[in-house]
Structure formats: C-alpha cells, structure tokens
C-alpha cells in the first residue's frame, strides 16, 4: 500500500523508518513520536497490517518492527522477480538465521530430501544431510559468522558430481546459487589431455586405446592419411601404420617402461587411402584414457607443416579454454543482471565481466542517434575513450556502415570479425584499433521481442575468437541481456507513478483506398490483447454509419489483419486479429500500452503511454514508418492518475501465465461473461488459434488465480508465493 492512502497519524510513524530494514522497538518508535506505548503499538499493528512494516516477536514479550529495505516495491514486483529467479538454469536456496529454508527453486532439489514446498521452514541440515562435514557446510558457516561472501566448489558425494556455490550472507540469513560444474570439470580434464598433446607434439595427432584402436585423431593425421574421420574412429592401428605396427610398437613400449621414459620415437610407414605409403616420424607416450585403462598419444611428424599445425593446434587450446571462461563468464553476469534495477546498470554489469575476464580485452555497448544515424557510446569496461575518434554509421549508403557494429544494428544478427587485420570492411577502422591489440570482434545486439536495444562489442587478442561454440555462447548472452532490460523497464513502469504519453494524428488514414477520403462515423478501438509472438486481439466498438469501414480496416496494415463485426450489438463491435503490425509490436516490446486509439471522420487518434526510461524514439519511428504522415501531436510525461486501475490490476493478474492472461482478457472483452453470452467458447477458442478444452483448461486455471488473489486472505497469499 502506497503511503498516500495513510493516514496523517500512520505516515508520521512510518516516517520514523528509514527504509534501511533497520529493526525499531516498541519503546524507540513511541520515544521518537513522544506517544503513549500503547497507542504507538496500535499504529505500527496497523502499519504491519497494511504491509508497510515487517514484525517479528523477540524473547518473551518484545517485538521488533522494520520497513523492508525494497521500499516500495509491491507484492507483484516481488513475484515477478521471484519468477525471473525461478527461471534461471542455477539452483537457488535462502536460509535464515537459523539455518531455516526461506526459498528453494525447482532446480537440483535432487540434494534435498523432499519437494521445496514441502521443505520450507526446515533446517538445511535437516533438508539436505549430505552437506554436513563437506566443503559447502564449512563455507556457508564461515560466510554465516564473518558476513563475507564467498565461492566454494568441490564434490559433492550424494549426486556424485562436482558444484560451484555462491554464498551472499546478509544478517537475517545466506542466500546460496548453486550450479552443476560436473560437465566443466570433464571439460577440464579433456582440456588437460590437449594440453598434454600439444606440449607432446606439434603435427598429425591422435590417440589409441589400450587395443590400439583410434579413439581421436586430428585434422593433419586425417589429411595425412587421406581417409575421412569416421573411417579412422575405432579402427585399429594397423589400418595405416601396417600389419608390422603391433610387433614394433610392443618391441618400443617395452623400451619405454624398462627406461621410464615417457616419450619415445620411432620410424614407420603410414599408408593413405590413395595407396601411397610414405615414412614418418612418429613421437608417442602413455596415456590414461579411463577406468585405470592406458592407452598411447602420438604424433606424425610433417617438419615442413609443424608451425602450422602448432598455430592450430593453440588456436584450439585457447577456445577450448575460452569457451570455458565464458560459460563460467555467462553464469557470473546472469546472477549479476538479476538484481540490476535499470538499463544502464545492468548493462555496466555485462561489460565489466567481460573485460575482467581473461578471454578477453575489453567491451561497450553503443545505440544508434536516430537524428544523425551514427552509434552513441553508453558504456564501455577495459578501455577509456574508444569512440572518442571514431564514427560508426548505420546509414547503408555510408561506408562507416559496412562494419560489424553497423551490419549487427541494420541486420540484427551477430557480426565477427576473424581477423582484423585482414578484413578489408574493417579498413576505416584499423588504424583506429591497432594500438588496442585487437585480432578480432563480435559485435552481438542486445534485443527483445524484435527490438534492438543496442549493440555489444567484445574484442580479444586472438584470431577467430568467435567462431564455434564460443560464438554460440556470445550469441546467447546477447538474447540474456535483451530480456533483463525488458524486464527491468517493465518493472520501472509498474513501480512508477510517471509516464511519457505521445499523442499521434494521422490524416486521412483510409487515403489510397478506393473510397472516400473522408469517411463517415466513429471507430474506436477500446481493448489490445496479445496472444502470441507477434499477433494480437483487438476490441472495438463503431457507430452504425462505420461498419463498412471496419470492414475495410484490414487494407490499412502491412501485416494480416482477420475482421469480425458484431453489426447487432449496441453500439455494433467488432474484433480484429493482427499479425505483425508494426506499432504493436514494439509497443509491447517496450512494456507500453495503447491508451486510446479512435478515427473519426478518417482521422486516425493514437496515444500510447511508456515508461519514462523507454526508447521513444522507437515509438516514433514505428509509427511514422507504418503512416508516412503520422503527425506527433504531443511528447510530454505525465503523472498516473490515482484512479489507474493498472497496479490493483497488476495485483490480481500476476500469477497468470501470458496465455491465461490472454484467454481471460479476451473472454471477457469479448462477452463470454454476459448473459445470453456473446460469444461461446468454441468462437473464442477459434480466435486464439487452440482447442475448444485448452481454452477452458487456461480459464479455470486463470479463474482460480484471479479468485485466489482477490480473496484469499494476505497470510494464505504470501505462502502460495
């Protein structure tokens, strides 16, 4: 509840907390307020009763009372966080004081010993006996007592699997990320085993079994032999060293144990698929290949060819290594940008992590100036200055255009640069970016629900950094960035009271269709309702001298328009179903609405209300790109009238999925809840493109939500949450 529907009496003592989370007493708030004990006790029962103050009762009698520390944020905001957490690939757990679990997610709950609704209030040690005497147990107690965050990672015995945990202690208890590392240790490992080979060897690669049988050969001994990989894999030895290879390689490894050496290197003929046989050099050693069994790595010698493959060889050691930074990379910014109230702060939090990183130098994220067409600069890590003296274009007519910040802002996709030295679309910017060190770059958009919100660069010191799967990480953190901006300005929209409105005017909206330009009667359209990626229901109402040209509305939108007209009803209504229209779409993907849309007398009215962080310059152009003579009436911001039934809406809608959101909104702006009904379910169903039982399947469970916020009392909500 906010603090302008207090009272005089209760806002004067809210007022005594700071909003730290600072715990008061009964006697210290009545001193503050030179007041009675017990009237103070009543005003802060009523504070606590309209959940402006947490309590908690101490010892015998006492109690104490604190404002949480998130100020304002509502109930909602906090299930929408809660959910955002819920949806990370990490587990996550809170304990308290007494090692009580507050929170546990649906992730890796295999550790504990029921489900998290059923653990909520057991002790940790209760829920997951496992961590007693381990690693884990030492750390959280440490980061319990010193109140310092930690990271510990070890094996966990009960899962038979290794886990990294971050440990953020505060003084009502942890809060522990706990991820599944088992596949980055074997990653390890084998990164290991390529080390070993490439301090061995410096050419044709591979490695037997104990049957002597390949188990990994590499690109040079595949090229050496002529035969392809899958010919090579689980063949023996003798398929290309001959039938004398096991008598001389038994005759080698005896010599080999008897010195203890480790490497040894003999002679031999290798035979290729095209018949020829040719003697190589062929330097191998042991090596454990699993279950205690040893196996042989060798290498076939190329004199001519070794600096090469050497070079290549190192290339895929540093992108075995990079890749294994950037997962660990990518997990450290996604627990990061949670938290991160805003754009820029979130977006500080990305490059900072890459630029701290060893895979890389440094990072910045850049927009586009819609006046001059050229990349601002909004944040940058590792570096001071970088586009100080540089101008990057999105202009496709301006040559400062044609590198990969450009084409990453005009295309939308991911744009590397192997090798800048040796790309000519990097020219106007080489010299600009030698000093740096850069080989190469990627430059990554930041987008949503086909927006872009900027773009990412990311430049390291090694060639062909971004290809692979580190390119495909890169690219994921990309579409991770996108959505917590989204959210981020979807939350600042909900908590603030101000809005940006912009108020359009397009003339003659029906000009180039065959029919009057002026055209009679009003149409307004009252309710827009999202369904799916891209496609909309919208609601509306018309005078009876307009239904033709409702009719006609689909001739006005680039995308697929469906009109249905209610021509019976009073005043008659109609439904459109939209698919990708412009000014929708990117109202929705910036968390806008439309807050009235009409035209009258073939004049188009549109106002559309954004948060006050949002991009307008979006806004405007979708619209002035879908109507070349949209005209921009009015830009101003504005306070939410306290009438707005938004927020309460907010409230009671929180806990809908976006498909019962939509089935509900559009039962209801559609009739479903009148009598007679206006429309049945199997219409409905029909509209929303599913299955007659799915829509009633999403009703019920939207109904029962809705009722669920709306009438359950306050203690019963906060345990569902």
């Not at 008598?247 to 080698?252: K, L």
């Not at 018949?275 to 330097?283: A, K, T």
């Not at 006050?612 to 405007?620: N, T, Y």
Request: hydrophobic share 35%; with cysteine.
């Amino acid at each position: 509840m906010r603090s302008e529907s207090l009272t005089d009496a209760l806002r004067e003592t809210l007022a005594v907390f700071d909003g730290s989370g600072e715990p008061r007493t009964t006697p210290e708030v009545a001193e503050r307020l030179e007041l009675g004990r017990r009237s103070t006790y009543d005003r802060l029962e009523r504070l606590a009763e309209r959940e402006c103050l947490k309590t908690k009762k101490v010892g015998a009698n006492a109690r104490v009372w604190w404002q949480p520390a998130t100020g304002g944020v509502t109930k909602a905001n906090s299930e929408e966080l809660e959910e955002v957490v819920t949806r990370i690939s990490d587990g996550f757990f809170a304990v308290d004081d007494e090692w009580r679990l507050t929170y546990l997610n649906e992730i890796h709950t295999s550790m504990f010993d029921g489900t998290p609704s059923e653990l909520l209030g057991e002790r940790l040690w209760d829920a997951a006996p496992g961590l007693l005497d381990t690693a884990f147990e030492r750390a959280y107690r440490e980061a319990m007592e010193t109140q310092t965050a930690t990271t510990v990672e070890a094996y966990f015995p009960p899962l038979e699997g290794w886990y990294r945990d971050i440990v953020h202690p505060s003084p009502s208890g942890l809060s522990i990320y706990f991820t599944d590392v088992t596949e980055r240790k074997a990653r390890e490992r084998a990164l290991e085993r390529y080390e070993r080979i490439v301090e061995t060897v410096g050419d044709g690669i591979y490695v037997l079994d104990g049957d002597d049988r390949f188990t990994f050969v590499n690109d040079a001994f595949v090229s050496m032999t002529g035969y392809g990989r899958e010919e090579l894999l689980g063949s023996a030895a003798e398929f290309v060293f001959g039938d004398e290879f096991e008598e001389t390689a038994t005759e080698t490894w005896t010599g080999l144990e008897s010195t203890n050496r480790s490497v040894t290197v003999l002679e031999e003929r290798l035979h290729g698929a095209d018949g020829e046989s040719f003697v190589v050099e062929s330097r191998f050693s042991r090596l454990e290949v699993g279950n205690g069994e040893c196996g042989r790595v060798g290498v076939v010698r190329d004199v001519t060819d070794r600096a090469e493959y050497e070079r290549e060889l190192e290339h895929q050691r540093e992108q075995l290594a990079a890749v294994t930074s950037l997962g660990e990379v990518a997990n450290e910014i996604v627990h990061a940008i949670i938290g991160q109230p805003t754009r820029e702060d979130i977006e500080d939090t990305v490059c900072k992590n890459l630029a701290n990183s060893d895979s890389y130098l440094f990072a910045w994220i850049g927009e586009v100036d819609t006046a001059t067409r050229t990349v601002d600069l909004r944040t940058e890590a590792g570096v001071e200055g970088y586009l100080d003296e540089t101008t990057i274009s999105v202009d496709p007519n301006d040559d400062r255009s044609k590198g990969p910040t450009g084409r990453a802002f005009r295309f939308g996709k991911v744009q590397t640069t192997r090798d800048i030295d040796s790309d000519p679309r990097y020219e106007p910017w080489r010299s600009h970016t030698k000093p740096y060190g850069v080989r190469s770059s990627a430059a990554i958009p930041i987008a949503h629900e086909g927006g872009i919100y900027g773009v990412l660069n990311v430049y390291a010191d090694r060639p062909s950094a971004f290809e692979r799967q580190e390119g495909k990480r890169i690219t994921q953190l990309g579409e991770v960035i996108g959505h917590a901006i989204a959210a981020a300005e979807r939350k600042q929209s909900l908590l603030s009271d101000d809005l940006v409105e912009l108020e359009f005017r397009i003339r003659d909206v029906f000009a180039g269709l065959d029919s009057p330009n002026e055209m009679p009667g009003r149409i307004t359209f009252e309710h827009t309702i999202p369904i799916g990626e891209d496609e909309f229901l919208v609601y509306g109402t018309a005078t009876p001298d307009a239904i033709d040209t409702v009719r006609n509305l689909g001739e006005t939108h680039d995308g697929e328009v469906d009109v249905t007209v209610h021509s019976e009803a009073t005043p008659p209504g109609f439904e459109l179903r939209i698919t990708d229209p412009p000014v929708l779409s990117v109202i929705a993907a910036l968390s806008g609405y439309v807050d009235s849309a009409s035209i009258e007398n073939g004049d188009y009215r549109l106002t559309i209300h954004l948060a006050p962080s949002v991009d307008v310059h979006r806004v405007v152009d979708a619209v002035e790109s879908a109507y070349s003579d949209a005209e921009l009436r009015c830009h101003r911001q504005i306070t939410r009238p306290r009438d707005d039934p938004r927020p309460v809406q907010r409230r009671l809608t929180g806990e809908l999925t976006d498909r019962q959101h939509a089935v509900l909104s559009a039962a209801y702006y559609a009739g479903f809840f009148e009598w007679p009904r206006e429309k049945s379910a199997a219409e409905l169903a029909d509209s929303l493109d599913i299955a007659a039982p799915t829509f009633h399947q999403h009703l019920r469970k939207g109904e029962r939500k809705v009722f669920d916020s709306l009438f359950s009392p306050p203690d019963e909500r906060e345990e569902q949450s």
